[in-house]
């Protein structure tokens, strides 16, 4: 194979820059070229760590002096590497046309022409002479051995999605029972006592309920961690075929509908179709960007350098099936045996906007023009490379079919050149006819060529993605901004597309919006500041509702000045209508896609009025019988629809005409889809009952709460407490309701970081927000309770907390003894009142109240004569005297003179004397 230079010049004046790509552990500084999004740039960066290094023996790598900087060099070694495969089977003849070859590959890269599907970086390759390859996996609808199969292949999948959830529940539910134990800080005894472990109790009934035995939550007490690591449920398309006359007649066919609910089958009424579809994994893939080749090829150029990119990346493909792996040997044995490529179209779309057409009739017609190009060049390829390789092993049992698809296409040429430009058509229909010849003699060397290729990553490597109204564009400090599509921009005059970007992306104001204006809101009592706040908002929100939403506008202001109180969306409280609120959030925001646009300028009209995914699904049909295989794009249903549905919906596809369908059903919302009752316990057998006397029994209706916040008053009582945890100082303030119920706290470290004092803040804030919403102490006490990390230790300044396990740990202590009298959680006894009651009996021991009544609280109502008596208060010990063998003391005059050593000591003044001599 010869190739001559065609895109190696236009490549080499391509401007590249330093670029810092994101890695999964560093970031490195790369050449890219100035048109590529880093996003694109990080794409081709994942493609290349994919690649296999490995050369045919004996061989060194083909030196490419294009593009040598670009990516570290990785795509210019690609190349190099395949031109090495391609000279060690055959392909080329020497070294001259294998450089030139790897050098077209990759300047056709950089100028964003094509770009390779990703591959195996290792696994299994097979020489062409495998011997008796394995066939398709096609089930035939007809035959009830593969009724049978597909049946046995739906019921596996059901038990294996059903035994994976429950597995993942059971193993959730006794991690919980691990979790209880280890946050326990006591005896392992206790810790593993559902009796006396509340928290593990609770846990283990959930296991039990998630159908986790005993036995498993008895060794998940003890320690042993359950983890279950399913392997990912195999997505393996299943591919039938059915006669389509009975098929398409039959009001039902339960069996397809059942599978079609899966989103893995694919139903073909063709067996060539089936067998292409079956095989279409194991192509070796690549994508051709025509609005990028349109512009870089103008007019009658472009369909001979359409039909060279074709060439080019056709003997592409075919090196890569030789030097590329497989997952396993029958794949591997396949994919040998039938040699499929693929070469997607994309951008199709835009290339017909930037023709001048668009996606009607005759625009398709033109799309097909260009599938017949490719196609036919392609096909045209593959018999010069069976000339000098000899066909794949199942090519002579495909030609029949292949000479019979040829035919049909020169067929559909011929009708479209009254419609389509003459130069594409005729080309087309010229390479047709010179591929069939070729085939008649040679044979082909591929047994399938598609020309529809789904793959995202592919299309982002491409800079290629689906047509859409609107495009996410980066700019040049690498942020993304939403604008309208570029090939929409490129179809209209400067004043249609502002009035269409405007339609599409909003005003991102109020300001004269239909509905809702700042007239309006004034009236409701929106100040100046208020609307500043909301028109800010409005150029990062996606919702209307979120531009006045607790984040922009201040609550006290919603509930003092509007009235509003309780959580919810703000405008419809206000009592605007929805209509008014649609059109406002329309003006402000815009619209999904430019659908029932008025303005919309006429040529234009009706592509604009049709989704996008329905103009891409038009344009790969009309592309679909150039292609060796069919279309198999999913037609979304709901995901409520039942077997029947899906069984109508494959008849009529059948009645259609369609060469293959897939119904792909839509995600099912998250969350719970039932709204169960409570149901009663099963009533007792009337001689149960009978044989138990009745008793009386206390039954207590559980009311719903209202889940509002709960507001403190402005004015409200505390306390304050200082301590130190490990030498480090927390100051702990609370809130109260006037019912006594705690409602909020504060927390304050001192010298400590800023980080960790703002978090502790935060933390403060989250706790005092869901004790304002009716989350219960308890269940804060017994969640932080035992958390053990640092700071951490002994606890001065508290009268009932000794030591804690963490900042946490001290802090839910507290406030449990504080204000939930859980005595248990003290670990400084206090000390206890004397028998009478009034401690020794002494009036200096009362202590006034006004060391725990806020003066400022009270504002002098408390009276100035109220005591409290002592409690909670710690006296020094007693030292115990001994008078035994005591002199009296010269200086006081106690029997408290004792020996210490060589001295005497008095154990009442503490004066001391030596032995024989006065102190």
Not at 57 to 63: N, Q, R, S
Not at 266 to 283: E, H, K, N, Y
Not at 517 to 525: E, N, P, Q, T, Y
Not at 724 to 730: E, I, N, T
Request: aromatic share 4%.
């Amino acid at each position: 194979m010869r190739f001559a230079p065609r895109f190696i010049e236009p490549a080499s004046l391509i401007a590249t820059g330093p670029r810092w790509v994101e890695r999964s552990d560093s970031v490195v500084e790369m050449i890219a070229p100035d048109g590529w999004s880093d996003a694109r740039v990080e794409a081709w960066m994942d493609w290349a760590d994919g690649l296999p290094q490995d050369l045919p023996t004996g061989m060194a790598a083909e030196t490419v002096s294009l593009g040598l900087e670009v990516l570290g060099g990785r795509i210019s070694g690609w190349a190099g590497r395949l031109a090495v495969w391609g000279r060690s089977t055959g392909v080329f003849a020497g070294a001259a046309d294998a450089r030139t070859f790897a050098e077209e590959l990759t300047a056709s890269v950089l100028l964003g022409l094509a770009a390779p599907a990703r591959g195996l970086k290792d696994g299994v390759r097979l020489p062409a002479s495998i011997g008796a390859p394995p066939a398709a996996t096609v089930l035939d609808l007809e035959e009830a051995s593969d009724i049978k199969a597909l049946t046995a292949a739906l019921d596996g999948r059901r038990a294996a999605k059903l035994a994976e959830s429950a597995a993942e529940a059971a193993a959730r539910a006794l991690s919980g029972v691990a979790a209880a134990v280890d946050r326990c800080e006591g005896p392992r005894g206790d810790c593993g006592d559902p009796a006396r472990n509340p928290a593990l109790a609770r846990a283990a009934a959930a296991a039990r309920r998630a159908g986790a035995s005993d036995l498993d939550i008895l060794r998940a007490i003890d320690g042993e961690r359950i983890v279950i690591d399913f392997p990912p449920l195999p997505v393996e398309r299943i591919v039938a075929v059915a006669d389509r006359a009975p098929f398409a007649a039959a009001t039902e066919a339960g069996l397809a509908g059942r599978a079609a609910l899966t989103g893995d089958l694919i139903l073909t009424f063709d067996a060539a179709d089936a067998r292409a579809v079956a095989d279409q994994p194991l192509a070796a893939a690549c994508a051709l960007n025509l609005p990028v080749l349109a512009a870089l090829a103008e007019g009658a150029e472009f369909a001979p350098a359409l039909e060279a990119l074709t060439r080019l990346w056709t003997t592409a493909l075919e090196i890569e099936l030789t030097s590329g792996f497989s997952a396993t040997v029958d794949q591997a044995r396949r994919r040998q045996a039938v040699r499929p490529v693929a070469l997607g179209l994309a951008g199709a779309a835009e290339w017909l906007l930037a023709q001048g057409l668009v996606p009607d009739e005759r625009g398709q017609a033109a799309l097909a023009a260009v599938a017949g190009v490719v196609s036919a060049g392609a096909a045209l390829t593959a018999c010069e490379l069976t000339e000098a390789l000899g066909p794949c092993p199942e090519g002579p049992a495909l030609a029949g079919e292949a000479l019979d698809a040829l035919q049909r296409r020169q067929g559909l040429l011929a009708a479209l050149d009254a419609r389509q430009p003459a130069p594409l058509a005729a080309h087309a229909a010229k390479l047709t006819a010179a591929a069939r010849k070729a085939m008649k003699r040679d044979g082909r060397r591929h047994g399938s060529i598609s020309l529809l290729v789904d793959d995202a990553e592919l299309a982002l490597r491409l800079g290629a993605p689906a047509f859409a109204h609107a495009a996410v564009l980066e700019t040049a400090d690498g942020a993304v901004e939403r604008h309208l599509s570029p090939a929409l921009v490129a179809a209209m005059d400067e004043a249609d597309a502002a009035a269409a970007e405007r339609r599409l992306l909003g005003r991102r104001t109020l300001v004269e919006a239909p509905g809702v204006d700042h007239d309006i809101l004034r009236a409701f009592g929106f100040t100046d500041a208020e609307l500043e706040s909301v028109e800010i908002a409005l150029a990062q929100v996606e919702r209307l509702e979120d531009a006045f939403g607790p984040l922009v506008l201040d609550p006290g202001y919603v509930r003092d000045v509007l009235g509003i109180e309780g959580a919810g969306p703000l405008l419809p409280r206000l009592g605007l209508s929805a209509d008014a609120l649609a059109a406002a959030e329309a003006y402000a925001l815009g619209h999904a896609d430019l659908s029932g646009w008025d303005d919309a300028p006429a040529v234009l009209a009706e592509t604009l009025n049709r989704a996008p995914a329905e103009i891409e699904r038009d344009l790969r049909r009309a592309m679909e019988p150039f292609s060796d295989t069919p279309d198999i794009t999913p037609d979304a249903v709901s995901w409520r629809a039942t077997a029947a549905e899906t069984s109508a919906l494959l008849a009529a596809a059948a009645s259609e005409g369609r060469r293959a369908v897939r119904l792909l059903p839509d995600a099912a919302p998250s969350g719970t889809l039932l709204d169960l009752p409570e149901l009663d316990a099963a009533p007792r057998r009337p001689e149960a009952a009978a044989e138990v006397p009745p008793t009386e029994k206390i039954v207590e209706r559980v009311v719903e709460r209202d889940r509002t916040r709960r507001k403190l008053p402005d004015r409200r009582k505390g306390y304050i407490q200082k301590a130190a945890v490990g030498g480090h100082k927390v100051y702990i303030h609370t809130g109260e309701y006037d019912d006594g119920e705690l409602g909020e706290i504060f927390i304050d470290m001192h010298k400590e970081g800023a980080a960790f004092r703002s978090l502790m803040n935060n933390f403060a804030i989250a706790i005092s927000i869901g004790l304002q919403y009716g989350v219960p102490l308890d269940e804060f006490v017994d969640a932080f309770v035992f958390t053990r990390f640092e700071p951490a230790g002994r606890v001065t300044g508290n009268d009932r907390v000794g030591s804690a396990t963490s900042i946490l740990d001290y802090i839910f202590r507290e406030l449990g003894v504080s204000y939930l009298d859980r005595t248990e959680l003290a670990n400084a006894d206090a000390e206890p009142l004397d028998a009478d009651g009034l401690g020794a009996g002494k009036a200096d021991e009362l202590v006034p109240a006004a060391h725990f009544i806020s003066k400022g609280f009270a504002r002098g109502a408390a009276p100035d004569n109220l005591v409290v008596l002592p409690f909670g208060k710690r006296e020094p010990e007693a030292r115990v005297v001994s008078v035994a063998n005591a002199d009296a003391c010269p200086a006081c005059g106690d029997f408290t003179l004792q020996q210490r050593g060589a001295v005497r000591v008095c154990d009442s003044c503490g004066a001391a004397e030596t032995a024989g001599h006065g102190s």
